[in-house]
């Protein structure tokens, strides 16, 4: 009788040890998905701010470009370029540009609020889950702990 209340005694502890190393694993698990997570982030955030420098340097250069073509068209015509229609033109050039401009930041912003929610929504799903998991671990002990108790009992 004594063996198999100590047998009974050694197999909830056992089994204990093992439902609370396995939660612990599971919440190493998840904390280094998060980790992963959050990097990831980070680098889509660097990748889309490096897209729109990119495009904002390229699209500067272009209007350098079509500008100086347009003010070396007019000096070979003899106009001005800083006053009348060279003007006007040179400015359009700039306000479609900077026009340009706005819309690209604008998309760019919205990339990036798109992944500030998506990593967001998986923080707080780990989140959720860590919880989860710490609940189960007290259940586990406060299990084993009854079983124990019954045990010893019997």
């Known amino acids: 009788m004594e063996a198999a209340a100590a047998a009974s005694v050694i197999t909830n502890l056992a089994s204990t040890y093992f439902s609370l190393d396995n939660?612990?694993?599971?919440?190493?698990?998840?904390?280094?998905?998060?980790?992963?997570?959050?990097?990831?982030?980070?680098?889509?955030?660097?990748?889309?701010?490096?897209?729109?420098?990119?495009?904002?340097?390229?699209?500067?250069?272009?209007?350098?470009?079509?500008?100086?073509?347009?003010?070396?068209?007019?000096?070979?015509?003899?106009?001005?370029?800083?006053?009348?229609?060279?003007?006007?033109?040179?400015?359009?050039?700039?306000?479609?540009?900077?026009?340009?401009?706005?819309?690209v930041q604008g998309q760019a912003n919205i990339s990036l609020e798109a992944l500030k929610n998506s990593i967001e929504r998986i923080n707080t799903q780990n989140l959720l889950r860590l919880k989860m998991l710490t609940n189960d671990q007290g259940m586990a002990v406060t299990n084993s702990i009854s079983n124990l108790s019954r045990s010893m009992i019997e």
Do not use: C
Request: charged content about 25%; cysteine-free; glycine content about 4%.
């Open 23 to 103: 939660l612990r694993m599971q919440k190493k698990a998840t904390k280094a998905a998060n980790k992963a997570e959050n990097y990831q982030a980070k680098l889509n955030q660097q990748n889309i701010e490096n897209t729109l420098a990119e495009h904002q340097r390229k699209s500067r250069n272009l209007l350098a470009q079509q500008q100086s073509a347009y003010r070396a068209k007019l000096g070979a015509s003899n106009l001005s370029q800083s006053s009348g229609s060279g003007q006007v033109v040179l400015n359009t050039m700039q306000k479609e540009h900077d026009m340009e401009d706005k819309y």
